[in-house]
């Protein structure tokens, strides 16, 4: 039965109209069809099926072609389908009921900005909109078409106003400061972006708009410096197009001069997380995305932050539809792409979720062979070490940390810690305990390191005092991780003290319901306790929360003979 069907026959069998009676048969008929079509979508949205939602709107909207309201939802139905030529049908049908209808206007500028008819942008654009989120998109589409048409000052007055908001006045003081750039002058240019710095906002694209100004008057080093330090705050940032930039410094050549469609996508892509996902509006979001990815599909940026969202907020493994185009998404970006690297390793990160790991490896291989970095070398040992593939993962790691200078490792000790963390996975401690003491004279405070390697003397029965000194730490550094309050707890329970290990068990639990490991201890405590009942159930409890195979093993002993079956680790 089709979801119409289903939702048609609760309604026919709910309903006490009689629609058996022959004079009102079809008004009836066709009342319970745009119903359910109307109650099919809502809840297809509520699924977030988008595919579906646009479909049953859409035929709601035609049975009520004069619902202003369903006309809306067909739209925004359209568009989250990815479907552009049935948003701009639908948007056309909605403007010609109402004029000053603001989504409709904003997806037919949008379409005829795509196109370069600046004609029908000013037609959709000219005026402005109350809409909180479609305003901005119309003046930023009026304003980058103002200054393809060269009319300057129109395009100033436009960016001057972009929106009701600080963020958006800021984003607005940042095209205009794209703009003096781009008109060589560059006292206005500078003016204006110093005063978006001051905001704060889009930090990374200023930085790149403010390295192509510098560069194209001259000043490469200024451009390099500025860079640079974003590398330096956040290696990560090398990945996308500061790496890039940085590249074509070194090499001599030309930064890029962005198109206007580029300067126009980028304006829409830069606020969906920064504003809108950071305000709870994942729509907006989205919104946002979809329109700049429709005017510039070429810019890899949007196609990896649409992708992106639409992963945080569909379920792929039951939703085939938009599965199939985050991977579109995420494949559209070549290999020739700065940002072709953490496309990748999020299609990787889709196949590992499917449990399909060689499919996922064999990404992460081709990816590491054309393009050797740290990034890519950490990601195929960290697709071992979180399979628990120790033996494999440890070859990694070593040629990782190996690769390291002390200064590199002081700055980033990721890769020493797992190491250590797979040493002791494959019982060797020694180097395990050196490597850990190792991270902990570059990171005194790294609370995980704390807490891994108080926890493991604890249950080893080594150096106590010092022990529970490093536990004690880490739990003031994260007073709410469940993981180190389990490990204070665990630790009064290797020494007898179990009253005291009761109260820092029973907090692990609610502070991390679900862990198998942490109420496996709080059964344990029980039982010393003599509160024997309690710590069966805890066990049993244990066993539903996916533990290992050991801890399987060393709970249904418990379970059979106590906790005294189990030989002494």
Do not use: C
Not at 340 to 357: G, K, M, P, T, Y
Not at 471 to 484: D, F
Not at 485 to 494: C, I, M, N, P, R
Request: glycine share 6%.
């Amino acid at each position: 039965m089709t979801l119409r069907a289903y939702v048609l026959a609760i309604i026919l069998a709910a309903s006490p109209i009689g629609f058996a009676h022959a004079e009102s048969g079809v008004e009836d008929s066709s009342r319970a069809r745009l119903l359910g079509d109307y109650l099919a979508g809502s809840y297809a949205r509520y699924i977030r099926d988008s595919k579906a939602q646009s479909r049953f709107f859409q035929d709601a909207y035609t049975l009520a072609p004069d619902d202003i309201r369903l006309g809306r939802l067909a739209l925004y139905s359209a568009l989250f389908s990815g479907d552009q030529k049935l948003a701009a049908k639908t948007a056309e049908r909605l403007y010609r009921q109402d004029k000053t209808e603001s989504m409709a206007r904003a997806v037919l500028a949008v379409d005829a900005f795509s196109r370069g008819r600046a004609s029908r942008v000013k037609k959709f654009a000219s005026e402005d909109s109350p809409d909180f989120t479609m305003g901005p998109v119309l003046k930023l589409l009026a304003g980058w078409t103002a200054v393809d048409e060269g009319r300057i000052e129109k395009a100033r007055k436009i960016f001057s106003d972009l929106g009701d908001t600080a963020y958006f006045d800021a984003l607005g003081e940042l095209q205009l400061a794209k703009l003096e750039a781009r008109e060589g002058n560059e006292d206005a240019a500078m003016a204006a972006f110093d005063r978006v710095e001051q905001t704060e906002i889009a930090g990374l694209e200023v930085a790149l708009a403010r390295s192509r100004f510098d560069a194209r008057r001259g000043e490469t080093q200024l451009a390099k410096d500025r860079l640079q330090s974003l590398v330096d705050n956040n290696p990560a940032s090398e990945l996308g197009p500061v790496g890039e930039y940085i590249a074509l410094i070194e090499a001599g050549e030309a930064l890029p001069k962005l198109s206007v469609k580029r300067e126009a996508a980028i304006a829409l892509t830069v606020p969906a997380f920064e504003f809108f996902v950071r305000n709870q509006s994942t729509d907006g979001a989205e919104t946002f995305l979809r329109f700049a990815r429709w005017i510039d599909p070429e810019f890899d940026q949007t196609a990896l932050w649409l992708a992106g969202l639409l992963e945080e907020t569909h379920e792929l493994t039951v939703e085939p539809d938009v599965e199939a185009e985050v991977l579109a998404l995420y494949r559209s970006i070549s290999d020739e792409s700065a940002y072709v690297v953490s496309a990748r390793l999020s299609e990787s990160n889709i196949f590992f979720d499917q449990d399909r790991d060689d499919v996922a490896i064999g990404i992460l291989e081709r990816l590491a062979e054309e393009h050797p970095s740290y990034y890519t070398r950490e990601a195929l040992g960290r697709a071992r070490f979180f399979r628990e593939n120790w033996e494999e993962a440890l070859p990694f790691y070593d040629a990782l940390v190996e690769s390291l200078s002390e200064e590199e490792l002081a700055a980033n000790p990721q890769p020493l810690r797992l190491r250590a963390i797979i040493y002791e996975r494959l019982d060797r401690w020694s180097e395990a305990e050196a490597d850990f003491k190792r991270v902990l004279s570059f990171a005194p405070d790294d609370a995980d390191t704390l807490n891994y390697l108080g926890y493991t003397w604890v249950d080893r029965g080594e150096n106590l005092e010092e022990a529970f000194d490093m536990i004690e730490r880490a739990l003031e550094l994260e007073p709410q991780s469940g993981a180190i309050t389990d490990s204070l707890g665990w630790a009064y329970y290797k020494l007898g003290k179990y009253e005291q290990a009761k109260t820092y068990l029973e907090d692990a639990v609610v502070l991390t319901p679900y862990s198998a490991t942490i109420i496996d201890h709080l059964g344990d405590v029980y039982w010393r306790l003599g509160r024997k009942r309690e710590a069966t159930f805890q066990w049993k409890r244990a066993l539903e929360f996916d533990p290992t195979e050991e801890e399987r093993e060393t709970i249904e002993a418990k379970l059979a003979a106590g906790p005294n079956a189990v030989p002494a680790q």
